[in-house]
C-alpha cells in the first residue's frame, strides 16, 4: 500500500531534524575588521608609545685662552770683581807683558789686539779694556765723527787731548756706544771709561756736578746692556751716588791725595778698588791698602808694564 506524499515529507523533516542535531553546521563567520597597516598581522593592534625626545647636543666651550705673556728675557749677567783681585794695568809699553800671575789685565781697547784678549783669557784672566770717555784724543781711529762743538781746551801733559762736552750726551753717544760694542767684539769683560770727573776741570765748558752723575750714569747703563762691567774712573766726590751703578772702581793717588776714604764704599758692596799709585813708597800705603782690601798698585806715569803689586808682592 502506498503511503501518501505527506506522510513521506514528514518523515524526510523528521530525518533531516535528527542529522541536524547530531552535526550542526558551523555559524558564519563574522566579517574580519579591516586591517590596521600599524599594526602587526599576528597581533592585535595596540597604541604605540611617543618616540623618547633626542637630546640636544650641546657643544663643549671651550674655556677662552689665557692671554699669552711674552717670555721672560733672560737677564744679562757680567763679571763682577770682588775686594782684593789682583790686577795688572799697561797701557803703553808695546805688547803685553803677560807673565804677570794677576787675576785681571786692563788694558788699552784699541791698542790690543783681539788675539792678545784672547790668549789671556786662555791663562784664566779676566781683561778689562780702557778707552777715555770724557776727552778727545786726535790719535784715535775714531776720533773724525766728534763734532768741533763739543771739543774744549787741551789737557796739561797730554799732546793731542782735549776735554769733552760731556752735557752733549746725544752727540757723544754714538761714538762712545761704538767703543763699547767694539770692547764686545774683542772680548772684553768689561771697560774703564776714564776723564769722567770733567766737572773738576778746566773743560771749556760750564760742566756741573749734576751732568757728571748723568753722562757717567749713562755709560755704566751703556756697558750694561752689553753685559761688560764697567769701572769708575776716579769721581770719588761722587761714590755715593754712583757705587749702586758701577761694579769696581779704578782709582789713581787716592793716598797721595788723602782721599781714600770714599773708596771702602766699594769694598762694602763687595766690589773690588783697583787704586793705582805713582810716587808712593810700598811701605806707605801697602799695609793700609791690604788691610783695607784694595787692590793696590805701584806703576809708572806711563802706564807701561813694570808694577810692584801690595797684595802679591808686599812683605811685612
Not at 776714564?194 to 756736578?209: M, P, W
Request: glycine letters at 4%; a neutral charge; proline letters at 12%.
Amino acid at each position: 500500500m502506498k503511503k501518501p506524499h505527506f506522510i513521506v515529507a514528514a518523515m524526510l523533516l523528521v530525518l533531516l531534524a535528527a542529522c541536524g542535531a547530531s552535526s550542526p553546521s558551523p555559524a558564519p563567520s563574522a566579517p574580519s575588521p579591516p586591517s590596521n597597516p600599524l599594526s602587526s598581522p599576528t597581533s592585535s593592534p595596540k597604541a604605540e608609545a611617543a618616540p623618547s625626545p633626542t637630546p640636544k647636543h650641546t657643544p663643549t666651550v671651550a674655556p677662552p685662552p689665557s692671554p699669552t705673556s711674552p717670555p721672560t728675557p733672560t737677564p744679562l749677567l757680567w763679571w763682577k770683581p770682588t775686594p782684593r783681585t789682583t790686577w795688572q794695568i799697561q797701557i803703553n809699553g808695546g805688547r803685553i807683558d803677560m807673565h804677570y800671575k794677576a787675576q785681571v789685565y786692563d788694558v788699552d781697547l784699541f791698542d790690543t789686539p783681539a788675539e792678545t784678549i784672547a790668549a789671556l783669557h786662555k791663562l784664566g784672566r779676566k781683561v778689562i779694556c780702557y778707552f777715555s770717555a770724557g776727552t778727545y784724543e786726535d790719535w784715535r781711529p775714531d776720533a773724525g765723527p766728534f763734532p768741533k762743538s763739543v771739543i774744549g781746551k787741551p789737557l796739561e801733559d797730554w799732546e793731542g787731548e782735549r776735554y769733552l762736552d760731556i752735557r752733549k750726551v746725544d752727540a757723544l753717544a754714538p761714538i762712545m756706544r761704538a767703543r763699547m760694542d767694539l770692547a764686545v767684539r774683542k772680548g772684553c769683560d768689561a771697560v774703564d771709561p776714564d776723564n769722567v770727573q770733567s766737572y773738576l776741570e778746566e773743560t771749556g765748558f760750564r760742566i756741573t756736578a749734576a751732568d757728571q752723575l748723568r753722562y757717567n750714569k749713562w755709560l755704566a747703563a751703556e756697558a750694561h746692556r752689553r753685559a761688560l762691567a764697567v769701572g769708575l774712573k776716579n769721581d770719588r766726590p761722587q761714590i755715593p751716588q754712583l757705587v749702586a751703578d758701577f761694579d769696581f772702581s779704578v782709582s789713581e793717588e787716592c793716598f797721595t791725595y788723602n782721599e781714600c776714604e770714599p773708596l771702602k764704599q766699594f769694598v762694602a758692596a763687595n766690589k773690588a778698588v783697583f787704586e793705582i799709585e805713582y810716587k808712593a813708597l810700598p811701605a806707605q800705603v801697602c799695609p793700609k791698602a791690604n788691610k783695607w782690601g784694595f787692590s793696590l798698585l805701584i806703576k809708572p806715569w806711563d802706564l807701561s808694564p813694570w808694577r810692584f803689586s801690595c797684595l802679591q808682592d808686599w812683605k811685612e
